[in-house]
């Protein structure tokens, strides 16, 4: 059995369509609040190298804790940033899914999560 880390947030809608995708397709995950509990320092060091073109992917930028953040997501060190998204689990995109603790992926794209579960 895979294993899957499924960092959601109970009233994102796009984490509730991801988890019954998941669900749909017999895949078992375990489930984490992200807000109670941000992933570790070891899946955002891994999430900010697989999406090192652009950092800010990392976060989400449609959530009104990111709005009212008034900071330049470029400016900031590696460090900066993952203290950050530790200090708030509303700052990470989600959902927050970790596949066989070396894979990080962002949002949810059926699409991109059938070529990852195949």
């Given at each position: 059995?895979?294993?899957?880390i499924?960092?959601?947030?109970?009233k994102c809608?796009?984490?509730?369509?991801?988890?019954?995708?998941?669900k749909?397709?017999?895949?078992?995950?375990q489930?984490i609040?992200?807000?109670k509990e941000?992933p570790h320092?070891?899946?955002?060091?891994?999430?900010?190298?697989e999406?090192?073109?652009?950092?800010?992917?990392v976060?989400n930028t449609?959530?009104?804790?990111?709005?009212?953040?008034?900071?330049?997501?470029y400016g900031?060190?590696?460090?900066?940033?993952?203290q950050?998204l530790?200090s708030?689990?509303k700052?990470?995109?989600r959902?927050f899914?970790?596949y066989e603790g070396k894979k990080?992926i962002?949002?949810f794209?059926?699409?991109?999560?059938?070529?990852?579960?195949i």
């Amino acid at each position: 059995m895979k294993k899957i880390i499924f960092y959601s947030y109970l009233k994102c809608s796009t984490c509730r369509k991801a988890a019954k995708w998941l669900k749909n397709k017999d895949y078992e995950f375990q489930l984490i609040d992200i807000v109670k509990e941000p992933p570790h320092v070891n899946y955002l060091n891994l999430a900010l190298d697989e999406y090192s073109d652009d950092k800010k992917r990392v976060f989400n930028t449609r959530g009104k804790a990111f709005k009212n953040l008034n900071i330049d997501i470029y400016g900031l060190s590696r460090q900066e940033i993952i203290q950050l998204l530790l200090s708030d689990g509303k700052l990470i995109k989600r959902p927050f899914l970790i596949y066989e603790g070396k894979k990080v992926i962002l949002g949810f794209n059926e699409i991109e999560y059938a070529k990852q579960f195949i």
